[in-house]
């Protein structure tokens, strides 16, 4: 039997400590642990259910970056990237290093983050709830068992959720904090159980690393063809990510955090984290197929205590129910988490306000332009006081995860797509007919549709008009699909609403794009709709 315990303990992170160590547990103990201590329960076919309390996703407001010699010049800072004083991560650190002492119990699990072995980090993860430690080995990439012995991390993640911050002491704002230090390699996590907080770090990590060496780190989902054709899916939560990268006719790489090096394009994780609120069988089988599986983690989903049946389609822990599961699970998934470099990039959005067409193919300017923006809208419910479509913009379709400034992601996407001729695509997958509340969600197999014309090349033999809002081009009739939907316009019983919705968005999308006009070139800028055009555009299709 191969010895788990690395011959580096905790002692080499500063840790004493007097608990009990469960070093490097694969899944079955875990769970047992998990549920023998209370933390969670299982399910009637196998995954164990768990509650996240009060933190049912990320505490983006509790997120901050030590400002250090190695952070000052190199990190974006400000909405995503809040500073944290040299002198109060210390004082935190201090903190958490006493409330390990204390501690009857710890779960570590050496990983690596990245499926590349000449890109990945090696990262330790502290945790004091055994779940917690499920989940994170579950997301990350699982060394063999024989290179457990000699694992010696590169990074440290200590995820304490009873730790309570003083923001006076700590220079944070609440009882919840994540501060990263990358000069002194450590991550804290404490004062929330979301487990979502630990693996974000990991890729915020990544996207902090990986530019220096040339890679573009990536916020995407992607798959391989079967003419070994790899797909790129850049999306915001709800907009379709997870769900149309689990395609049964493709290979799958991974569902989130993904790396573009010269060679091949590498999930991050070794599992995904899907939303499983009002998850369909019918509509994402493999996807919910996980639900009925030992080792699959799901937070904040409702369970008949009796029957433990599971009710996915109860919000009322939260809307952002999630599962963590490995991407095993997924039957037709890649085996190495790798593919070749990319042939087709996809950028999801769900235009709550039905404006954007189901798909448009966009020159690299625009695709970068795309990329910038991150663009996607919140829709009534989602969020407490959202009553009508609200615009998100979400740069690199992951703002809260690059420490970098947009450009630097920009103009590594621009590059890569320019040397490799890789075709661009905008999808959108929120609304037809009208705004949300008046027109319908886009037909998942419409989408679909789309999409394998988009990957098979296909599509690229249709004829296209170009938008007269955004310039980009849209196909008039592609085989299978109603070919009403290509044209947003046509779909909307009042079009002089249209034309006041579709300028509104236009100028949504240019407001937002002024922080980065002085940051890209000319041909990136005229990807900007003007008000001109705006104008002209109107009077062309009244």
């Known amino acids: 039997m191969l010895n788990r315990v690395p ?92 409330a390990l002492a204390d501690k009857p119990t710890l779960f570590v699990a050496d990983l690596h983050g990245g499926s590349q072995p000449e890109h990945r980090v090696k990262v330790r993860v502290i945790n004091e709830l055994a779940w917690q430690n499920l989940f994170i080995r579950t997301m990350l990439v699982r060394p063999e068992a024989a290179e457990l012995a000699n694992f010696v991390p590169d990074y440290t993640i200590i995820d304490l959720p009873s730790f309570k911050a003083d923001p006076e002491r700590h220079g944070c704002r609440s009882e919840t904090v994540i501060a990263i230090n990358l000069s002194k390699k450590l991550i804290l996590i404490g004062g929330t159980e979301y487990g979502g907080e630990m693996k974000k770090s990991v890729f915020g990590l990544l996207n902090f690393l990986l530019p220096e060496q040339g890679i573009m780190p990536m916020h995407c989902s ?90 996915l389609n109860d919000n009322s822990l939260a809307e952002n129910s999630r599962g963590a599961y490995p991407i095993e699970f997924i039957p037709n998934s890649s085996e190495r988490n ?86 661009c695509w905008l999808v959108n997958t929120g609304w037809t007919g009208g705004k949300y509340g008046t027109g319908k969600r886009m037909p998942i197999k419409a989408t679909r549709a789309l999409l394998n014309a988009a990957l098979d090349g296909s599509l690229n033999d249709a004829e296209f008009r170009k938008d007269p809002y955004f310039g980009f081009e849209v196909p008039v009739a592609v085989p299978g699909v109603d070919s009403a939907i290509l044209d ?50 109107a009077a062309t299709v009244a």
């Open 7 to 98: 011959q580096q303990g905790l002692e080499a992170q500063g840790i004493r400590t007097n608990a009990e160590l469960f070093w490097n547990l694969t899944m079955a103990p875990l769970v047992e642990q998990a549920v023998s201590r209370g933390e969670g329960l299982l399910a009637k076919d196998g995954p164990i259910v768990v509650k996240t309390g009060r933190h049912t996703g990320r505490s983006a407001q509790d997120r901050f970056i030590v400002r250090d010699a190695v952070s000052e010049n190199s990190v974006w800072w400000g909405k995503s990237n809040k500073p944290m004083d040299e002198r109060a991560f210390d004082r935190l650190h201090e903190d958490f290093l006493e």
């Open 222 to 311: 992607a798959n391989i063809g079967p003419n070994g054709d790899t797909a790129v899916f850049f999306g915001l939560s709800g907009t379709g990510k997870t769900t149309l990268s689990a395609d049964p006719s493709r290979t799958l790489i991974g569902d989130d955090e993904h790396g573009w090096s010269d060679t091949a394009v590498f999930n991050f994780e070794g599992g995904c984290y899907a939303k499983m609120i009002r998850l369909s069988a019918e509509a994402e089988p493999e996807i919910h197929a996980t639900t009925r599986r030992f080792g699959t983690v799901l937070e904040n989903v409702v369970m008949d205590p009796e029957t433990r049946e599971l009710d």
């Open 338 to 423: 790798m593919g070749p470099v990319p042939q087709n990039i996809v950028m999801l959005t769900a235009d709550a306000f039905g404006v954007l067409p189901p798909i448009a193919r966009l020159t690299p300017d625009q695709a970068m332009f795309h990329f910038l923006s991150g663009y996607t809208a919140k829709v009534a419910g989602t969020e407490i006081g959202v009553t009508e479509p609200e615009a998100t913009f979400s740069t690199c379709f992951g703002a809260p995860f690059m420490p970098r400034h947009p450009s630097v992601y920009g103009n590594l996407l621009k590059e890569r797509i320019a040397r490799g001729g890789v075709s």
């Open 488 to 537: 947003p316009r046509s779909t909307w019983a009042d079009r002089q609403e249209f034309d006041t919705t579709a300028a509104k968005l236009v100028d949504l999308f240019c407001d937002n794009f002024e922080q980065f006009a002085e940051h890209v070139d000319e041909g990136v800028r005229s990807c900007r709709p003007q008000v001109g055009q705006r104008q002209d555009a």
